[in-house]
């Protein structure tokens, strides 16, 4: 458990790196009439194509929240903003040589659907290594108000990019913000386990979706839930 003041940057690192898991998102948007220009979709065949993006977010969120509970967030952490910086990156290398194809755009878009996977459950979890029990539920209201602010700013921050750096640099320029985050999963000590005695091997995955169900009859009992 990290001390108070050191505990609060951490929070509001990982925070941060929610917020630019989102604007990253709002940034697709902002580049979708580029790709909608360059392959020449209509309205319909641009949302078939980025709806490509939950091919993976949806079906592994379950599986990535088990395996965030037995693995280093950290290096859950790294594989996740990895993928991140590769899908930013070969879109604006797609961009600059204008060779962009329907299929480069499913398979970038279903990584992105995944990396977001991998990294959204080891954010919440990570928060109980880093504040104590009474302060968790403030750590998570952050991260969440992180979320919405990173849906709201996205587009404009991505719109300010494009604008500036032009399609294939405000896109790729994107990996950059990443690397604070894997400067910090290289440094600091806490994985997300502290509580649960370090990581375990994963078992049987149905364990896990037994426990999630169990956790929704518990929540259901909450009213304020």
Same mark, same amino acid.
Not at 135 to 146: C, G, I
Not at 148 to 154: E, F, P, R
């Given at each position: /458990?990290?001390?108070?003041?050191?505990?609060?940057?951490? #929070? /509001?690192?990982?925070?941060?790196?929610?917020?630019?898991?989102?604007?990253?998102?709002?940034?697709?948007?902002?580049?979708?009439?580029?790709?909608?220009?360059?392959?020449?979709?209509?309205?319909?065949? &641009?949302? +078939? &194509?980025? $709806?490509?993006?939950?091919?993976?977010?949806?079906? !592994?969120?379950?599986?990535?929240? #088990?395996?965030?509970?037995?693995?280093?967030?950290?290096?859950?952490? /790294?594989?996740?903003?990895?993928?991140?910086? =590769? #899908?930013?990156?070969?879109?604006?290398?797609?961009?600059?040589?204008?060779?962009?194809?329907?299929?480069?755009?499913?398979?970038? !878009?279903?990584?992105?659907?995944?990396?977001?996977? +991998?990294?959204?459950?080891?954010?919440?979890?990570?928060?109980? *290594?880093?504040?104590?029990? *009474?302060?968790?539920? $403030?750590?998570?209201?952050?991260? =969440?108000? $992180?979320?919405?602010?990173?849906?709201?700013?996205?587009?404009?921050?991505? @719109?300010?990019?494009?604008?500036?750096?032009?399609? =294939?640099?405000?896109?790729?320029?994107?990996?950059?913000?990443?690397?604070? #985050? %894997?400067?910090?999963?290289?440094?600091?000590?806490?994985?997300?386990?502290? *509580?649960? @005695?370090?990581?375990?091997? +994963?078992?049987?995955?149905?364990?896990? %979706?037994?426990?999630? +169900? *169990?956790?929704?009859?518990?929540?259901?009992?909450?009213?304020?839930?």
């Amino acid at each position: /458990m990290a001390d108070s003041r050191h505990a609060a940057r951490l #929070v /509001m690192l990982v925070s941060t790196a929610v917020f630019i898991n989102y604007v990253d998102r709002g940034n697709l948007s902002t580049a979708a009439t580029l790709v909608q220009e360059q392959l020449s979709l209509n309205e319909a065949q &641009l949302g +078939i &194509l980025f $709806s490509a993006f939950y091919y993976g977010y949806v079906p !592994l969120m379950p599986l990535m929240g #088990v395996i965030a509970e037995r693995y280093d967030c950290r290096r859950i952490f /790294m594989v996740s903003m990895a993928m991140f910086m =590769a #899908v930013s990156v070969t879109w604006g290398y797609l961009f600059g040589t204008d060779t962009i194809e329907v299929w480069h755009a499913v398979v970038l !878009l279903t990584v992105h659907g995944l990396a977001g996977a +991998i990294f959204s459950p080891a954010s919440q979890l990570i928060l109980h *290594d880093l504040v104590k029990a *009474d302060r968790l539920a $403030s750590a998570v209201r952050l991260t =969440a108000t $992180s979320r919405q602010l990173g849906i709201l700013m996205g587009p404009a921050i991505g @719109g300010f990019l494009l604008v500036a750096l032009g399609p =294939a640099w405000g896109i790729a320029a994107n990996a950059v913000f990443y690397l604070p #985050v %894997i400067a910090w999963s290289l440094k600091e000590p806490y994985t997300g386990h502290a *509580d649960i @005695g370090g990581p375990r091997k +994963i078992g049987n995955v149905g364990w896990g %979706i037994g426990m999630a +169900i *169990d956790t929704l009859r518990e929540a259901s009992a909450n009213r304020t839930i």
